[in-house]
């Protein structure tokens, strides 16, 4: 049952921009939970990126370190979606791209327990 679709990837040079997407589908309202994306690099272990917990007056986000600065997520309550704009982005930030969340309405770190993935979208930085 697909429940969160990511998209916005693609390829850019080193320094450029890309903001990513991941839409809940119209029965899964994303302003309920926190979101988190991570990232896979080819022969890497996933990683944790980032995460924004639930939809209120005082949103609390997280960033993995090489990240900081440069990647910003973000939600839009009208549209069901959270985004994560991607700038100045490296080399090394090439990996696929996934959004998920565990179900719960705060940011728990980017351990197992997460329930819900999407499909994943490929993010190709060139030097």
């Known amino acids: 049952q697909v429940r969160l679709v990511e998209s916005g990837g693609g390829t850019v040079q080193s320094g450029g921009s890309l903001t990513l997407s991941c839409a809940g589908t119209s029965d899964f309202i994303l302003d309920w939970y926190a979101v988190s994306w991570f990232r896979q690099a080819p022969n890497k272990e996933r990683e944790g990126v980032s995460c924004?917990?639930?939809?209120?007056?005082?949103?609390?986000?997280d960033y993995l370190d090489s990240v900081k600065g440069r990647f910003t997520i973000s939600r839009d309550s009208a549209k069901n979606t959270v985004y994560l704009q991607m700038n100045s982005l490296k080399p090394e930030d090439t990996a696929v791209y996934y959004c998920?969340?565990?179900?719960?309405?705060?940011?728990?770190?980017?351990?197992?327990?997460?329930?819900?993935w999407g499909q994943g979208t490929q993010v190709t930085v060139s030097s």
């Open positions: 998920a969340t565990d179900l719960l309405d705060y940011c728990s770190g980017y351990g197992p327990g997460y329930d819900v």
């Open positions: 924004i917990s639930k939809s209120s007056s005082d949103v609390i986000t």
